[in-house]
């Protein structure tokens, strides 16, 4: 099924468990517009967190030029998102937890996807707790990334679902402090609605960025000074 995204259209997932198309990134038409403009310039996507395959089958489908990885904990989410995705070419998906698959990234691609500009969406939370080794080792090793937190807690706006990830846990994991902006969703009077998720009035989700580069926020973020 083919849907828009800023006047382009893209391919989404058909999930069989549940018969019916769905939407990455919990269809949040703001955070679409940031991360379909990371993506344009990125070089790999690297999700924790497969679930059963909407955002891996979205990104592999819409950028092919990107080299792009999943891994999953969960051996049932795990058969469904195989049966959903099928077999795309520049898509390797691993029954693998999180942080190991992040460790392990280097032995599938080579040393040099450190030095590419990768995006991470980090979504590995469900029963587990890796966020903090997560962090640090992105942290500490890629030199050229975005990272996207998934269900993060926005102090400032309690319109945000949040999975009680907070800043004050990753800030002591955050290596090269110099070099990284900290953003989160700031929905403010111009954006009545808080965000226009499915035009259907849902709660949208939480999330925190972390970036190397100058990427492009369309006001849609604040930056977060740490202290």
């Not at 030199?143 to 926005?154: G, N």
């Not at 846990?169 to 965000?195: A, E, L, R, V």
């Not at 998720?197 to 990427?215: A, F, K, R």
Request: with cysteine; net charge negative.
């Amino acid at each position: 099924m083919i849907t828009k995204y800023n006047e382009k259209e893209y391919e989404i997932i058909y999930d069989k468990s549940s018969g019916c198309y769905k939407t990455p990134f919990h269809n949040d038409l703001f955070m679409m517009k940031i991360m379909l403009n990371c993506l344009e310039k990125a070089e790999y996507f690297v999700e924790t967190g497969l679930f059963l395959g909407y955002t891996s089958y979205f990104v592999a489908k819409n950028f092919t030029n990107i080299n792009c990885y999943s891994c999953e904990i969960n051996s049932d989410f795990f058969k469904l998102a195989e049966l959903n995705i099928g077999i795309i070419d520049n898509l390797k998906i691993e029954l693998n937890k999180s942080p190991d698959a992040l460790y392990n990234l280097k032995n599938i691609y080579n040393n040099d996807i450190f030095n590419k500009y990768c995006i991470f969406w980090i979504d590995a939370h469900w029963n587990t707790d890796p966020l903090n080794d997560e962090i640090n080792y992105i942290t500490s090793n890629f030199k050229k990334f975005t990272i996207f937190i998934d269900d993060f807690v926005i102090p400032y706006d309690n319109r945000f679902t949040n999975d009680g990830l907070t800043i004050e846990k990753i800030t002591q994991n955050i290596n090269n402090k110099g070099n990284i902006k900290i953003f989160m969703p700031y929905y403010d009077s111009n954006h009545p609605d808080c965000n226009n998720i499915n035009n259907n009035g849902s709660q949208p989700v939480g999330y925190c960025i972390l970036t190397t580069e100058n990427i492009e926020t369309f006001e849609y973020l604040k930056e977060i000074k740490l202290s």
